[in-house]
C-alpha cells in the first residue's frame, strides 16, 4: 500500500497550487483521506479531510475558505486545491488513508501516510 503525494513547489503569496495523493496497492473509495502539513520546527497539524463518498469534507481555520478538498475514486486520488497561499501555508504537506466511511481529523486515526510534498510560498 503506497500513498504518493505530489504537486508541491515555490508560488508566491496570493497564488494557488493543486496538490494529488494517488494510492496503489489496494482499492483505496472506501477509504477516508485526509492532509496534514509540518512546518519547520512545528507539529505535524490537521489541514483538510474527506469521507468516503465525499460528500463530508472538513477543514482546519486556517484553511478553511481557502482551500477545497476533493477526491476522485475512480482514479484512487485525492486533491488539494491551495488557493489564496499565504507565507505562513509554508510546509511539509501529508497525506494520510484509513478505511472508514467517516471523515478524520486526527493524525492517529490513519494507518497510511505519504511521504510528503514541499510547499514554499514567498512573500
Known amino acids: 500500500v503506497q500513498l504518493q503525494a505530489s504537486g508541491g513547489g515555490l508560488v508566491q503569496a496570493g497564488g494557488s497550487l493543486r496538490l494529488s495523493c494517488a494510492a496503489s496497492g489496494r482499492t483505496f473509495s472506501t477509504y477516508a483521506r485526509g492532509w496534514f502539513r509540518q512546518a519547520p520546527g512545528k507539529e505535524r497539524e490537521f489541514v483538510a479531510a474527506i469521507n468516503r463518498s465525499g460528500v463530508m469534507t472538513y477543514y482546519s481555520d486556517s484553511v478553511k475558505g481557502r482551500f477545497t478538498i476533493s477526491r476522485d475514486n475512480a482514479k484512487n486520488t485525492v486533491y488539494l486545491q491551495m488557493n489564496s497561499l499565504k507565507p505562513e501555508d509554508t510546509a511539509v504537506y501529508y497525506c494520510?488513508?484509513?478505511?472508514?466511511?467517516?471523515?478524520?481529523?486526527?493524525?492517529?486515526?490513519?494507518?497510511?501516510w505519504g511521504q510528503g510534498t514541499l510547499v514554499t510560498v514567498s512573500s
Open positions: 494520510a488513508a484509513r478505511d472508514s466511511p467517516y471523515g478524520l481529523v486526527a493524525m492517529d486515526e490513519y494507518d497510511y
